[in-house]
Nanobody
Framework: QVHLVESGGGSVQAGGSLRLSCAVSGDTSSRYCMAWFRQAPGKKREGVAT????????VYFDSVKGRFTISPDNAKNSVYLQMDSLKFEDTAMYYC????????????????????WGQGTQVTVSS
């Protein structure tokens, strides 16, 4: 099992930047697919970005491509989401998620059924 704690959310004006952090504790010896999701009020949760914790090709939601960057830091047992050029529509609660990857051939993508979730961190972008 792993425990996920997000931080770094806050309020920012459109065009600004925020960096979200997800601290991972517990069974960090296993290989995980790490992800950031978000959910705005009245909307369905959507996957923002995913990446295998040991590296690999990240996958981004179309609306954040070129603006957001997901990156793992295994030395710190953390995953980050750098958010640049923020827009009003990026306003949401952002969640970190993890799902075990049982083999090297397992794919890491937002549609997986993620087993572990953090409590979320709020991002508010004012226009």
């Amino acid at each position: 099992q792993v425990h996920l704690v997000e931080s770094g959310g806050g309020s920012v004006q459109a065009g600004g930047s925020l960096r979200l952090s997800c601290a991972v504790s517990g069974d960090t010896s296993s290989r995980y697919c790490m992800a950031w999701f978000r959910q705005a009020p009245g909307k369905k949760r959507e996957g923002v970005a995913t990446i295998a914790a040991d590296g690999g090709t990240p996958v981004y939601f179309d609306s954040v491509k070129g603006r957001f960057t997901i990156s793992p830091d295994n030395a710190k047992n953390s995953v980050y989401l750098q958010m640049d050029s923020l827009k009003f529509e990026d306003t949401a609660m952002y969640y970190c998620a993890a799902d075990p990857l049982p083999s090297l051939r397992s794919e890491c993508y937002p549609g997986r059924n993620f087993d572990y979730w953090g409590q979320g961190t709020q991002v508010t972008v004012s226009s």
